[in-house]
């Protein structure tokens, strides 16, 4: 048996796996390879995969806010359709929540739709709590986005 599954922070040469698994998981809103490039050297604070011995199978994409460095957004996070289910995505979330907090931020914010019970799930697991809808319109998929928050307690 192989090594098992761990945490860790992303490289650059794993932008390509991501947008994989993006494309995968996101389909038509998922961040392509080259957004993901652009992005990662100015907004990747917090950007984590979940490896084993046959490679990644889950990431998570957290950025700072522009208007308040106290706030965090989670961008993305994915687990691959085959992995689903072994508590990766607990995994990510929670590497994901310490390492903002150890940037000083103290407010997690994240979209959701509301019928994903996955993530629904996960993010309550959590703690985050709904906090209002995300903007007027959508991402071009159609579906309206709830806006999830986490507040952090003083370290
Ligand atoms: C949401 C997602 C990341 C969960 O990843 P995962 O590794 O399968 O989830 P885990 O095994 O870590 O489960 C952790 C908790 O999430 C919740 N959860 C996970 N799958 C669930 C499901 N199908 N229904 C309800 N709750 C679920 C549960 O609370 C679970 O805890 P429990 O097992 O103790 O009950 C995964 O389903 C995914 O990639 N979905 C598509 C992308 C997505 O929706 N991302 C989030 C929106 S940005």
Redesign the pocket.
């Known amino acids: 048996m192989g090594d098992p599954l761990s945490v860790r922070t992303a490289r650059e040469e794993d932008l390509s796996r991501i947008a994989e698994l993006e494309n995968l998981?996101?389909e038509d809103t998922g961040f392509s390879f080259s957004a993901l490039v652009q992005l990662f050297g100015p907004s990747g604070i917090t950007w984590l995969v979940a490896e084993d011995d046959d490679g990644i199978w889950?990431y998570s994409l957290s950025v700072r806010a522009t208007d308040d460095p106290q706030v965090g957004w989670?961008?993305?996070?994915?687990?691959?359709?085959e992995?689903?289910?072994?508590?990766?995505?607990?995994?990510?979330?929670d590497e994901s929540i310490a390492e903002l907090q150890s940037k000083g931020i103290n407010t997690i914010k994240?979209?959701?739709?509301p019928e994903?019970?996955?993530?629904?799930?996960?993010?309550?697991?959590?703690g985050f709590q709904d906090s209002g809808q995300w903007k007027e319109g959508d991402l071009g998929d159609g579906a309206v986005r709830k806006i999830l928050t986490l507040l952090l307690p003083p370290e």
């Open positions: 998981v996101f889950g989670i961008m993305a996070l994915g687990v691959h359709p992995r689903r289910g072994e508590r990766i995505g607990w995994h990510l979330l994240l979209t959701v739709i994903n019970a996955a993530a629904v799930g996960l993010y309550m697991r959590a």
